[in-house]
């Protein structure tokens, strides 16, 4: 259409221009006047229809252009939202920081302000105990008050005759003002290894009137050697003591060597007395806490307490060495005994003929009782080499028994590699109890995890700070370790995301009864439910836990592999009570721990507690014909992985 309107146009100015020239031609003014106007409207209309096509030619353009400007503009306020969302979530995100560091930061305030009050209040107290006035400063390398006051009082109490330190300073002199207190005999000594640290130690004693009661001696540091490696250590030759009954480690410091404390119990354990209280300082560094961990698997001692002092403590007891059973000596010729069932016995042996029925209950109380009362003559049962979780799959795994795999022994959660780690594992503090600080953790795919132990979704981070709030706390050890979170068998798997706990009341080689315990993904015990079985896997009704059993509960699938491995255990164990948790699983029976004292509430229906006292007194009996004592002394100890 434009170019025809264009071709008429030029066709126009054409006709124009010929009548002008025919009019000049002939000389007729007139129609040369009349041509000219000609010419200018057909120029006038041939501008007009030009600006018009131009204006529609335009239109076009920006019509054409209008969907394009269009989508660049709803891009451009798209990406505006998208910025101005994720300002908003930045801005969120900190805030939360903020108020997360605000919390943690009056948090850390409000506990050192009450760490700081604990040790003025502990140093007022010591003071007034010790009655020498106003003591030293206890800062820095010194002994911190609530240690200073505890090892007052063990000194005060009189048991302590023979006390030694290693290292000395403030500690020194409360030990030498108790010892002058209770003025009841007793004298310590202190080593020192720098010559002029022991002088200055003299004179503080000096000072106080209370020299006589504490010998420094200056004991340089001479290389010792334990399991082929050598430490600097104090030269104990210089001590001419023995028969300690209280141990303070306090030295050497670790600038001399982080591990320089480490022969402190190889050195001193012929100088110790059966029944004597170790104590260690600065049981909070990680050297200290890696020396502990040694010296009880070496079988060296057993942690007693762990007093929450402002640099941490550990005291300690010595494990018994060998020595002969209580009971019976073993024959020439071994004897094997086998189950019994307790029907097979006229009753008069169980009730008429005593006046008393047999009791689970009462003979676990009479083994805390022995334990107790062994301890005190210097005795450790063997069966305590197992109780730990490590000894426990050791001795698991060297019979065949299925452990869950390992990812890491120990080490700071912190510093966990968690993409090193696979889709399901579980989190568990070293030396921790109950289900606190422990994670059953499953990937989702997004970064987060599925918590199995309490149903919620967590994140990395989550799981790190909450574990260090409970460490802040003194609530989990720092140091945890990771193994593989077990998966249910295939029947449950779509119910459960981890396997019932199967809980075996095992008498000698022989389960009883079982415990099956199911958590439904929750960390609230009120929502755990329970059911009890006897070793045919018939339900024995309500046994405890009343509100809350659920007698739905179907029979573990491979139940019967579970009750085997009991046996096998309860014959290596040869003890006439244990407590075993293993897991049927995917893979098979898989052991959890062993449980020589099982906690409260240990309150059983009139009928088991019998039936169960009746298996304690026969495993009693099957061991003492076998010539197997039920109080062995702590053999050496196993191997762990």
Known sequence: MTGAVVATAVVGVLLAIAALAVAAADGDALAAVEAAVLLVVVLLVCGSIALQVGRERRAEARARRAPAVIDAGVSRVRDEQVVKA????????LSGRISQSEQRAAHSIARSNDALYRQIECREVLQDLLGAGVLPPMRSFAVSPDLALDLARRVLDGRAATIVETGSGVSTLVIALALQRRASGGHGWALEHDASYAERTRALLEHYGCGEFVTVVHAPLVPVTVDGASYPFYDVERLPVSGIDLLFIDGPPATSNPRARFPALHVFRPLLDPSAVIVLDDADRPDERGIVEEWVGAGLCEVVARPRHEKGTVELALHAGPAPGLDVQPDDAPVTTSWVDPSEFDNTLWRERYGVRASYMYKLHESKRRRALLRHFGHRQRIWAHNSKRDGYA????????????????TKLSAVDWAGLPERFVIK???GAANRGVYGLIAQGDGS???????????????????????ADRLVNERCAIEELLAPTPDLAEDILIPDDLKIWCFYDEPVVVMQRRMHGSANRKRWTFKFWDVGWNDLGPVKYEDRL????????????????????????AVPFVRLDLYDTVRGPVFGEVSVHPGPPEVWRDDIDELMGKHWEIAEAR??????????????PRPSR
Not at 86 to 93: C, F, G, I, N
Not at 395 to 409: D, N, R
Not at 550 to 564: F, I, K, M, T, W
């Open 86 to 93: 994720q300002a908003d979530r930045t801005v969120a995100e």
């Open 395 to 410: 001795l698991a795994e060297s019979l065949g028994i299925g452990i869950p795999e390992q990812y890491v022994a120990s």
């Open 429 to 431: 503090p070293r030396d």
């Open 449 to 471: 995890y599925l918590d199995a132990l309490d149903g919620k979704v967590k994140r990395q981070s989550d799981v790190v700070e909450e574990y260090q709030r409970l460490v």
């Open 550 to 573: 659920d007698r739905s509960l179907a029979a573990p699938v491979g139940g019967d592999a579970v009750l085997e491995a009991c046996r096998v255990i309860g014959r290596e164990l």
């Open 623 to 636: 061991l003492l014909a076998e010539g197997r004592s039920i109080s062995e002394p702590l053999p050496a």
